[in-house]
């Protein structure tokens, strides 16, 4: 469910240093599907050429009312046919014109004219974006029904360190998606692991697995685009967290069990895509141990089966597994989710490359109590994400 595909979208782009970072704003937008119109201020073509944009939106910019033919009126047109107006970078003289109402070019009149929502990422120097005046208007945007993104903290153009620096692109091209999605899972309460454990065998050396998290986090990712309230438990990963999103990081198997249960009771919906480790060293060495020449046993011992924990006082809420499998796979699948009493369970073949662990993308089998059989096929893993976020979607209106 990619909420961008098709979708018009307005990027405005004001007179900052940050303009150049528009393009790659405009360049996501773009590969996600949707039909980007570039609206630029005379100061903004100062940072950047309006051919960049061209080039990548594959359209034409508007500059001003009047110096294109059939522009004097498009101010109306376009904002009211768009879906969303993004307006990055937003400077402070942009904000105090939309907070004042003011209308003095193509752009401050669009945003006067237009239906659909406005997000605005300002950015700027921190001395600037601290001025009461500047929060102030941003306070008056807020109120009327504007959506805000905060600027980062960071090193700024002035070479000076604080809040003010443009949002990573990637960043805002998220609450766009947020923005123009459906909401469907709007007052669910959803918690999701993800990642590997790591179980110590010295200070030093680990047992792990192969995981990366992409799955939990493109779950918790898109439960949070679609409107859900999601809880994150995470082990060690590489990622960043996802927005809008309450993360808790653990490593080993047993701290991941204290988070779920701690917050399982609370949720509508739970899903376990963590890989969790199913052995550990029975003993931690206190220092790192030398290397022998001799071979080493470690002793070790099962790890606490969480999800099987859950499945025995799950309640009212929805419990989604996974199943990790190189063979026997259906017949392993149904045996787990009989046995953890699961509402469904999402079967992984981990033996292929180009899927599964590490993978950006994925293709998994849906299964539920009945044994019945969804077919995913091989997709990105957000794709896969919406896919398995459907059929929990349909279990909590039966």
């Known amino acids: 469910m990619n909420s961008l595909a098709g979708k018009k979208i307005v990027l405005g782009v004001t007179g900052s240093i940050a303009a150049y970072k528009s393009v790659e704003l405009l360049r996501y937008l773009t590969k996600a599907g949707a039909a980007v119109k570039v609206v630029m201020t005379a100061n903004a073509a100062r940072f ?24 004097s009126l498009d101010h109306v047109t376009l904002g009211r046919q768009s879906d969303l107006i993004i307006i990055a970078p937003a400077t402070a003289n942009l904000l105090a014109k939309i907070a004042h109402g003011l209308a003095d070019d193509f752009l401050s009149t669009l945003i006067l004219a237009a239906a659909p929502q406005i997000l605005i990422c300002p950015a700027m120097d921190k001395e600037m974006f601290a001025n009461s005046i500047v929060q102030a208007n941003i306070m008056r945007l807020k109120d009327r029904g504007f959506t805000i993104m905060e600027p980062e903290r960071g090193v700024l153009a002035s070479g000076a360190i604080g809040v003010g620096r443009f949002p990573d692109p990637l960043l805002i091209m998220e ?27 010295d200070p030093v050396r680990i047992v792990t697995n192969k995981s990366t998290g992409k799955m939990g986090y493109a779950l918790a990712k898109t439960a949070w685009r679609r409107g859900a309230d999601v809880t994150l438990v995470t082990g060690p990963t590489h990622l960043d967290p996802p927005p809008g999103v309450k993360v808790l990081r653990v490593q080993t198997a047993e701290q991941m069990r204290e988070a779920v249960l701690s917050d399982y ?134």
Not at 48 to 69: A, H, N, R, Y
Not at 175 to 201: M, V
Not at 272 to 289: C, F, G, I, L, Q
């Open 175 to 201: 609450k766009a998606q947020y923005l123009l999605s459906d909401h469907d899972l709007q007052g669910l309460r959803l918690l999701i692991t993800a990642g590997p454990t790591i179980e110590y065998l």
């Open 265 to 398: 009771h609370d949720q509508d919906i739970v899903i376990k895509a963590a890989a969790v480790s199913d052995y550990r060293p029975v003993t931690k060495a206190r220092e790192k141990e030398k290397k022998k020449g001799s071979p080493v046993v470690v002793e070790m011992a099962a790890t606490p089966d969480i999800l099987a924990e859950l499945g025995r006082s799950k309640g009212d809420a929805i419990l989604v597994g996974f199943a990790a499998e190189t063979t026997n796979h259906m017949a392993n699948a149904l045996e787990k989710i009989k046995r953890k009493n699961l509402d469904l369970i999402v079967l992984n073949d981990v033996s292929q490359e180009d899927r599964g662990f590490a993978a950006d993308s994925n293709e998994v089998r849906i299964i539920d109590r009945e044994g019945n059989e969804e077919v995913v096929p091989l997709m990105s893993k957000e794709d896969v994400a919406d896919r398995i976020l459907d059929r929990v979607k349909g279990l909590t209106t039966e």
């Open 48 to 71: 950047v050429g309006p051919l960049t944009f061209e080039t990548f939106s594959g359209e034409g910019v508007i500059l001003d009312m009047f110096s294109q033919p059939g522009t």
